[in-house]
């Protein structure tokens, strides 16, 4: 017995219904990419009370070790920042943060060959890709995150200047377990603000930030002490002060 065709009928509701659905995702893709893109880009101008980061830590989420009772975190303005937190960030985990358009693709590609010739992978994001997975994501390594990261990082240097996604990233990285930004840093590792920050203080700051939870400033080792002397060095070789003249408000 022949086998039937559908009815034109059939056919006609389910490529309807079809149509309906696309319709429906295409709107909500371009509801949520637009919604995404006023918050990220309202940053520029409004502080972030907090980040997704420091919940996960306080919620004891996805992040080593026991959840915080208390997150230290005090915003500080850029002008009341010491320029040697911004110089020893910066010589310490993008260098080429004042050219770069929030990817360094000579630092990715040599972080793939390091992970192909030594079998370690290696980290080859900027500050600014740091900073919008800290704002907004989890720490887990995956291409759901990678992808939301490379997303919000093109929309955070698309709007926002050098100097506010410094500012921004000072303000919201972590230092130990339950501490964040470096006003709060300042005050718990060396009992002073974060103007008042030396510069071989700021470099041993900077040199926790790959391993937070297992590099203490208030008991630096030997790694830590040559990556000390490392980043003072890399100040140096960037020209100091004047690199951060670079970075100036738009």
């Known amino acids: 017995m022949a086998r039937k065709k559908p009815s034109s009928k059939k056919t006609s509701w389910l490529s309807q219904a079809t149509a309906k659905v696309r319709r429906a995702c295409l709107k909500i893709t371009v509801f949520l990419i637009g919604v995404s893109f006023s918050l990220t880009a309202m940053l520029r101008w409004f502080d972030p009370p907090t980040t997704a980061y420091m919940v996960q830590r306080k919620l ?3 992040l080593p070790g026991q959840a915080c009772q208390q997150i230290s975190h005090q915003w500080q303005s850029w002008q009341n920042i010491s320029p040697e937190l911004a110089l020893a ?3 310490a985990e993008d260098q080429r943060f004042a050219e770069h358009i929030g990817f360094d693709f000579s630092a990715i590609q040599q972080a793939l060959k390091d992970g192909l010739t030594n079998n370690r992978l290696r980290g080859g994001s900027t500050i600014s890709q740091q900073l919008a997975k800290n704002l907004f994501l989890w720490p887990e390594r995956s291409m759901l995150r990678k992808g939301l990261e490379v ?7 698309l ?3 050098k100097q506010r996604i410094l500012e921004v990233y ?3 990285i972590q230092f130990d377990s339950c501490t964040f930004g470096v006003e709060a840093a300042s005050h718990a ?4 603000p974060a103007s008042q920050v030396s510069r071989q203080q700021a470099a041993l700051m ?3 930030l790959p391993a937070p ?3 203490k400033v208030t008991h630096p080792n030997h790694y830590l002490r040559r990556k000390q002397s490392w980043i003072v060095r890399q100040i140096k070789q960037l020209g100091g002060q004047l690199y951060i003249k670079q970075i100036t408000i738009h």
Do not use: D, S
């Not at 997303?151 to 955070?156: E, F, G, M, P």
């Open 89 to 91: 960030v910066i010589a």
């Open 170 to 172: 000072l303000n919201t």
């Open 60 to 62: 004891g989420f996805n």
């Open 189 to 192: 590792f060396f009992n002073q």
């Open 151 to 157: 997303y919000l990082t093109a929309i955070i240097e």
């Open 206 to 208: 900077a040199a926790v």
């Open 159 to 161: 709007t926002w200047p």
């Open 213 to 215: 939870h297992r590099l």
